[in-house]
Structures are given as structure tokens and as C-alpha cells.
């Protein structure tokens, strides 16, 4: 009976893994994957770039995705840019990535 209660559970846990804007990541775990401080992601919240979900606690959660955003801004900071001027820059693109999949979908169905 043990492994009949397991299986249901099995599937969620899995797709929690492949999905890329679960919320995984703690703040301090964020920081520390991006070689960056507690701060710098605290300034991309205030910033409007990323929001990150909140624990039942309320402490910040970071998916994949996020992560992903944050890095790109760190590394156009890293090169001189002010960080207001990189979050708009890398919405920007992440505006036009998602535009380009969603072109790209629409030419396949025709």
C-alpha cells in the first residue's frame, strides 16, 4: 500500500523539477548560485524586474526563470551598466524572445 500513496505524489514532484517558474530557490541559495549579495536581488524586486513568490513565512522564492533574468542583469552590470537601465534592457528582451516563440508557433500551425 506504501507504493500506491507514493505514486500520486510522484508525478507533482516531477513537474515541480522540469518547470522553470517554480520557486525553488531561497534568497541566500539565489544569491549565492549568481555570485551576487541578498541585496542585488532585493533591487530587482523594487525594481519591478522580478517578483518572487513568498513563502508561507514570507520569505522570497526564486524560480529557474527568475534566476536566469537576475544573471543577465548582473552580468550587464558587471560591464558598466546602471542596474534600472539593465532590468528595462533585459525585459526588453525577454519581451522579444517571447514575441519570436510565439511567431514561431503560429507559422507551425499554418
Known amino acids: ?3 500506491d500513496q507514493a505514486g ?3 508525478p507533482d514532484a516531477a513537474d515541480k523539477f522540469d518547470d522553470e517558474h517554480y520557486p525553488a530557490y531561497t534568497m ?3 544569491a549565492d548560485m549568481l555570485g551576487t549579495t541578498q541585496g ?3 533591487s530587482l524586486d523594487e525594481a519591478g ?3 518572487p513568490q513568498r513563502s508561507a513565512g514570507g520569505h ?3 524560480s529557474r ?3 536566469r533574468l537576475a544573471a543577465r542583469v548582473r552580468e550587464l552590470v558587471d560591464h558598466g551598466t546602471a542596474i534600472d ?3 528595462r534592457i533585459v525585459s526588453l528582451e525577454d519581451q522579444l524572445h517571447e514575441a519570436q516563440r510565439l511567431n514561431s508557433e503560429l507559422r507551425t500551425q499554418d
Open 60 to 62: 522570497r522564492r526564486y
Open 8 to 10: 500520486p505524489a510522484a
Open 1 to 3: 500500500m506504501i507504493p
Open 28 to 30: 541566500g541559495r539565489a
Open 65 to 67: 526563470y527568475q534566476l
Open 49 to 51: 524586474l522580478i517578483t
Open 85 to 87: 537601465a539593465a532590468c
Open 40 to 42: 542585488f536581488l532585493r
